[in-house]
């Protein structure tokens, strides 16, 4: 079936650096891809929707130029975070939904643990 | 806006139990329904879904039905087993207007425990 590989599982990182986590979707092509953030004991999160070959549409309070979304295929969409905090430090996970069916459900990614130091 | 709302963990049952897990939600239109479960170590997994009113959900013993008249989607399995440990979590679908897709609203999550 459909699958949608997301790297790194877990990335630890220095406060003021950069992280890039990549989804991509292994067997299928996707124009849009979802960004979710997930706190602990917190509901999924959507943060930006990510379009192939435009920019990503960003959900209210999420800031752009923190989060950078490239979706420059129909299988690879990109989240970076930039000059990460602490307070950055959460479970990140994508979904994508294969264009060949109307019917299709999203699919997920394994999830991004980040912990920024 | 829409939302979702279930019921808080961790819920924690002897194998065979009943196993019932409230979601009920907010939404304008007539949204799709779904549970989704992500099993330790893994990613998230559709486990059923409903697309209109009165629809019933099934996959793997888990039901829920799709009830407007209470706005809820209530998750049920008559005799869970070890293997279904894992987080359940209630979600909405609503098309996204910008991007003509669905975007969608989940609730927190519970984490269930089911004990030999």
């Known amino acids: 079936g459909a699958v949608v590989s997301q790297h790194p599982s877990r990335v630890i990182c220095k406060s003021g650096t950069s992280v890039k986590i990549e989804c991509r979707s292994l067997d299928f092509q996707a124009t849009t891809m979802f960004w979710y953030r997930q706190f602990p004991k917190q509901s999924l999160m959507l943060m930006a929707t990510s379009n192939e070959g435009s920019k990503a549409t960003y959900e209210q309070g999420v800031e752009k130029d923190k989060f950078l979304i490239n979706h420059a295929s129909l299988t690879l969409s990109t989240l970076t975070v930039t000059s990460a905090h602490p307070e950055d430090s959460s479970f990140y996970i994508c979904s994508a939904r294969d264009l060949r069916w109307d019917n299709s459900p999203l699919h997920f990614g394994n999830g991004t643990r980040l912990t920024v130091t | 806006g829409n939302s979702v709302t279930q019921m808080e963990g961790p819920v924690t049952l002897s194998e065979e139990a009943f196993l019932t897990i409230n979601c009920t939600y907010t939404?304008?239109?007539?949204?799709?329904l779904f549970w989704y479960v992500q099993y330790p170590g893994e990613g998230l997994q559709l486990l059923l879904k409903?697309?209109?009113?009165?629809d019933k959900g099934s996959n793997k013993g888990f039901e829920a039905t799709y009830r407007k008249e209470t706005t809820s989607f209530h998750l049920e399995k008559g005799s869970v087993q070890v293997s279904d440990s894992a987080v359940y979590f209630c979600?909405?679908?609503?098309?996204?207007?910008?991007?003509?897709?669905?975007?969608?609203?989940f609730g927190k999550g519970t984490k269930l425990s089911v004990i030999p």
């Open positions: 409903a697309t209109k009113a009165d």
């Open positions: 979600a909405l679908s609503a098309l996204y207007s910008g991007a003509g897709s669905y975007q969608l609203t």
């Open positions: 939404a304008t239109g007539y949204p799709s």
